[in-house]
């Protein structure tokens, strides 16, 4: 089954550098690789995602990049912000195929510290 | 606004007395989702419904059961709570082949 890997497992950034955080998967029939932030106590959140037919997908401060032949993906956050401070969560699924296929396999996060 | 809502927020039961924890949707999603998640650590899929129909985790343990008894609604029953069973429960809703959308979760403390 699938597996993926996250690092690193905690990311101390001053306010404004930017931070990367990098995860590997191991079933390279997986074509959709979501990111979530969770603050403490509460829900993760979708942040970002991006299928495997594309290489990069940006989204204001969040851009995520899939490298399909090496079977990695990675989170940045540029001009970080005390706010940003969280675990983030990368994930991998099949989707397309239905069934538990589609259910997201998760990497054991990383907290990130932003500080000011 | 549309969303996925669970009750309680916080339940403390004692070791051995069942429990029932519950998730509710407005999404209209044919897919829910049940997790555990322990501190410091990732969720971890305990089951699912597409539909009706139940699929288990091979590593989900029996004394963990689910009923989903229509689309909005799925309980959560933990049979006879250890104090390993102590965690964060969340709820998660998707249509087929779409992203998941979390509930807020359900604190269960076990004395």
């Known amino acids: 089954g699938e597996n993926v890997e996250q690092h690193p497992s905690t990311l101390s950034v001053q306010e404004g550098d930017s931070a990367v955080i990098k995860c590997t998967y191991s079933?390279?029939?997986?074509?959709?690789f979501p990111w979530y932030k969770q603050e403490l106590g509460k829900r993760p959140q979708l942040i970002i995602d991006?299928?495997?037919?594309?290489g990069e997908k940006k989204d204001q401060r969040i851009a995520v990049t899939l490298n399909k032949t090496a079977k990695h993906f990675s989170l940045h956050i540029t001009e970080t912000q005390p706010e940003d401070s969280a675990v983030y969560f990368c994930?991998?699924?099949?989707?397309?195929?239905?069934?538990?296929?589609?259910?997201?396999?998760f990497g054991k996060g990383t907290k990130l510290s932003v500080k000011p | 606004d549309a969303m996925v809502i669970q009750n309680p927020r916080y339940q403390v039961t004692q070791f051995g007395k069942p429990v029932t924890l519950s998730c509710s949707q407005t999404?209209?999603?044919?897919?829910m989702y049940w997790y555990q998640q322990k501190s410091s650590q990732a969720p971890k899929l305990l089951f699912h419904?597409?539909?009706?129909?139940?699929?288990n985790e091979a590593d989900t343990p029996d004394n963990f059961q689910s009923r989903r008894p229509n689309t909005s609604f799925c309980f959560l029953d933990i049979r006879s709570p250890g104090l390993g069973d102590a965690a964060m429960y969340l709820c998660?809703?998707?249509?087929?082949?779409?992203?998941?959308?979390f509930g807020p979760g359900t604190r269960l403390t076990v004395t």
């Open positions: 079933d390279s029939a997986s074509n959709y």
């Open positions: 998660a809703t998707s249509n087929r082949d779409d992203e998941q959308y």
């Open positions: 419904y597409y539909d009706k129909d139940f699929n």
């Open positions: 999404l209209n999603h044919n897919v």
């Open positions: 994930s991998a699924s099949i989707m397309g195929y239905g069934g538990s296929q589609g259910n997201l396999i």
């Open positions: 991006i299928r495997s037919n594309v």
